[in-house]
């Protein structure tokens, strides 16, 4: 059961490295400010920090996701539950993935208790508790992140509009001639090349080389560096956060059974979700990063900031929000006041997060009963 056990969960936490680890460096991709395979690097390493993190400041979210006070003890520590929970949720996961929708593994890990549990021992299970415990914080983060992330990105409009801080273009020459919409008034309307903005660069690359650039300097610093530099390290605490956030949430089918140590559990997590994640994100991160809004890298900043404070802040006081909610929240806030979000894209992932509870809850129930029927 240990050998089991260990690989069952082991799979379900490679499903959420290839799934989530992208997730923070989303907006790094999508604004051209780094490639893929940089970006995927920098999430890694910053994930597996926030994994090593959670040993000692999540330890809230073992409890939570022990499936203790949810079912009976008695089935929270028996290894056909846990093994079935597993399961049900990796296979949910590593679907989605498949197909490159952006799911919560809470809302993943939140089904398969719900139908394992209802499987071994139907309304005797506590269920009811998993309405205040998880499912409260998972529907309100991804509004509230929407709130806090186009607050955050119109605060930085403000500030830089204040501030003097001015924005230069560039026209795209090649085999034809085309025009690349620059940006935004201070209005929110939307200004093309020939609007003659106050800076306009003419330069050859290709349409994707032509981006809005901050110009000038701040505080004797180029403005596009500073603003790079600050993007690049939210993205790099929007991954801390979300290993500090997941982490907990897997390692704790291992630890109800005392399979493994805390640390060793957290360790063992943390690689699965590294392989994971460098094997299997591309995925998900063309529509986390391309698809469901266009990003600058002022405003892949302002959404990473919000993020990270809703997941770390959550993380603390052992709140089980999801960081793909709170991320997506984030970007699509962002892609509502600019009127830039792709509406479609956007309702085939909100369609996705409402079909991950039941299909987990199904996949979890039908392991458990097929595992009870093998032993």
């Given amino acids: 059961m240990f050998i089991l056990l260990l690989c069952a969960v082991g799979f379900l936490a490679w499903s959420n490295g290839a799934n989530d680890n992208f997730k923070g460096v989303a907006s790094l991709f999508g604004s051209g400010t780094m490639r893929y395979w940089p970006a995927l690097i920098w999430a890694t390493a910053t994930t597996f920090a926030g994994s090593v993190a959670s040993v000692f400041l999540a330890a809230g979210l073992l409890k939570t996701f022990s499936g203790k006070g949810l079912v009976p003890d008695s089935l ?46 139907g309304p005797a299970g ?9 499912l409260l914080p998972l529907l309100l983060s991804p509004l509230l992140a929407m709130g806090l992330g186009s607050g955050i990105y119109l605060g930085f409009r403000r500030a830089c509009q204040q501030l003097g801080i001015t924005k230069e273009w560039c026209l795209c020459v090649g085999a034809e001639r085309q025009l690349v919409p ?45 603003v790079d530099a600050a993007h690049i390290t939210s993205a790099g605490i929007v991954s801390f956060a979300r290993g500090l956030n997941d982490t907990p949430k897997m390692a704790a089918l291992l630890l ?17 979700m590294v392989i994971g994640g460098m094997l299997g994100a591309r995925r998900v991160a063309e529509t986390m990063s391309l698809r469901l809004t266009s990003l600058t890298p002022g405003q892949g900043l302002a959404a990473n900031l919000s993020t990270g404070l809703l997941v770390i802040m959550a993380s603390l006081f052992g709140l089980p929000v999801s960081t793909t909610h709170v991320s997506v929240g984030s970007i699509v806030g962002i892609g509502v006041v600019n009127r830039t979000a792709n509406l479609a894209v956007v309702r085939n992932v909100l369609l996705s997060w409402v079909v991950t509870l039941p299909c987990a809850a199904l996949a979890s129930g039908a392991a458990y009963w097929l595992i009870g029927r093998l032993a």
């Fill in 76 to 121: 929270a520590t028996s290894g056909g539950f846990v093994l079935a929970v597993a399961l049900g949720a990796g296979l949910t996961i590593i679907l989605a993935t498949r197909f490159g929708f952006p799911i919560s593994t809470t809302h993943a890990l939140t089904g398969a208790m719900i139908g394992s549990g209802w499987t071994a021992v």
């Fill in 126 to 134: 506590q269920l009811g508790a998993l309405g205040k415990l998880i």
């Fill in 182 to 226: 620059i940006g935004h008034t201070a209005a929110g309307q939307v200004v093309s090349a020939m609007a003659g903005p106050p800076a306009l660069i003419l330069t050859t690359g290709t349409k994707g080389e032509c981006i809005e650039r901050y110009a000038g300097q701040f505080l004797g610093v180029s403005t596009q560096a500073t």
């Fill in 256 to 272: 109800v059974l005392l399979a493994l140590s805390v640390p060793a559990g957290m360790l063992t997590i943390a690689l699965a």
